[in-house]
């Protein structure tokens, strides 16, 4: 299975600062296709996992453009430009290219 | 608009039968991948399987001997079927679905599963 090492696992951020997370795949996860299934999601206390970004870069309807992904092959990163205090949570990448899906263990973002 | 909801037995007792209830609204099961993920305190997300619009199934290698995914497309129902239970399912199990290649877009609020005696 394809392993998603995400670091760090805790990240502690003030609002307005910009942070970024790394998620590094054990695999390459270019598909065949031309793809890259890489995904982000935000999971709020208590609330269901929220789909943030597709294919690597792709911005989900109704997310904030403060959040952006980027990179290629085995090495991915999410950023925030401008923690706002609503940003706290857990965060996942998640890949698709090779079954089964997994998913990242976690950064979890404090808000000072 | 788009609604996932999942309905679950709370309790399940060791080696008994985990049954689980999707339905949804506000689009066609015929049109696009059902996701089933689960969060356990012991490894976090995992990925279950899906059942295809057309009606067929894949699952994740870690479950696939005891795991049964089905609908009722009439119904809006989407099933989940685990068998042999063991504490260390208790978690919450979520459906989800996207379509392509924004897979997961819309997630359930999930239900909770307690495997215990």
């Known amino acids: 299975d394809v392993v998603l090492t995400q670091t760090p696992s805790i990240l502690s951020a003030t609002i307005g600062q910009s942070v970024s997370i790394s998620c590094r795949s054990s695999?390459?996860?270019?598909?065949?296709?031309?793809?890259?299934?890489l995904y982000w999601f935000l999971q709020r206390p208590g609330q269901s996992p929220q789909r943030l970004i597709y294919l690597v870069s792709n911005l989900g309807s109704g997310v904030p453009n403060r959040f952006s992904g980027s990179g290629s092959g085995t090495d991915f990163t999410l950023k925030i430009s401008g923690v706002e205090a609503e940003d706290l949570g857990v965060y996942y990448c998640?890949?698709?290219?090779?079954?089964?899906?997994?998913f990242g263990s976690g950064t979890k973002l404090e808000i000072k | 608009q788009v609604q996932l909801k999942e309905t679950g037995p709370g309790l399940v007792q060791p080696t008994q039968t985990l049954s689980i209830t999707c339905t949804v609204s506000?689009?066609?099961?015929?049109?696009?991948?059902m996701q089933w993920v689960r969060q356990t305190p012991g490894k976090g997300l995992e990925w279950m399987g899906f059942?295809?619009?057309?009606?067929?199934?894949e699952y994740n290698s870690e479950f696939k001997s005891r795991l049964s995914i089905s609908r009722d497309t009439s119904k809006n129902q989407v099933f989940l079927k685990m068998n042999s239970l063991k504490t260390e399912d208790t978690g919450v199990y979520y459906c989800?679905?996207?379509?392509?290649?924004?897979?997961?877009?819309?997630w359930g609020q999930g239900t909770l599963v307690t495997v215990s005696s």
């Open positions: 998640m890949q698709a290219t090779h079954a089964p899906l997994t």
């Open positions: 506000g689009f066609s099961l015929t049109s696009y991948y």
């Open positions: 059942i295809r619009s057309g009606g067929s199934t």
């Open positions: 989800a679905y996207g379509q392509f290649p924004n897979w997961f877009a819309y």
């Open positions: 695999q390459s996860l270019l598909d065949s296709d031309g793809n890259t299934y």
